[in-house]
């Protein structure tokens, strides 16, 4: 395999990896959010709060995954 | 393929300083700001107010209200800054959505050759913005802290001597902060560019029509991470002025 074809592989696999754990962090918290509020309709404001700071954390991750993928791809 | 450059391009430069193309379209956002702000405070002593300063008026109080939840009374003091960081975000986010916005081109000469570069680009789509937004922010928590705590309270959080446990949660205390820095600037630079490249490419595969849902998705995205913004600025910031044991 030449240099391009392995750069190619690379810029896939690390965000294709990457994003696995974010989404699957993703996923529980905005489960669990969905069970907190079925289990307490009045605090609503305070968990959709924690839950777009917990998400934006999560988040991150996967974004860091997407600028080593980007850096590789266009440097 | 169409061309993505990860940095932003000097389109001309003044006395020496190279202005780049993100630094034009932030030029121009700043201005629209600074309009909408003199705009309001024109109109909050008019007898006969329009609809657009109540629409502006309503997001300030939704904003407030939502900050209100995380910093108390303190609310009053710190407005300004957490408003400002969320609304020049928002601002420039939406600037980069607007059409033209890196699609409009202009000829430079570039190490001898002409080459074409888009006029305007997002001003978050470049990492010195993002990163000197998360400079400011991370520095105004320190300010803040030192200024309700007291230096030497303050700096208590760091540097413990007290006994060997609490010299190392000093010492990840450092790190942390540094790591904020990296966090707050990759977080929104990533998501903003991404969401270009996103369009760029949706553009060239369908020309038509195709880009439509992923420009609402930006609009979106744009909105969360300048709310994102804010809001961990806040939370950061109500950890830095609380008391600690």
Redesign the interface.
Known sequence: MDSEGLKALAVALSIGLGSVGPATAIGKIGSKAMEALGRNPEAESSIRTTMILSIAFAEAVAIYALVVSLILMFT | MPE???KAEPIFSVFGLHITNSLFTSIIATVTFLLIAIYYSKQITASKKSGFFYFVHFMFKSIND?FK??LGDNIKFFLPLVLSFFLFILIQNWFGLLPGVGSVTIAIKEYGKIVHVPIFRGGNADLNTTLALALISVVMIQFYGVKFLGFLQYIKKFIDLSNPINFFVGVLEIISEISKVL?FA??L???I??GE?LLTIVAFLVPVLASFPFIILELFVGF?QA??FA??TT?FLNGAIAKHH
């Open positions: 993505i450059n990860i939502l939840s995380i966090s990759f977080r630079f990533g998501n560019f991404a490249v969360v709310l994102v809001m961990l939370v």
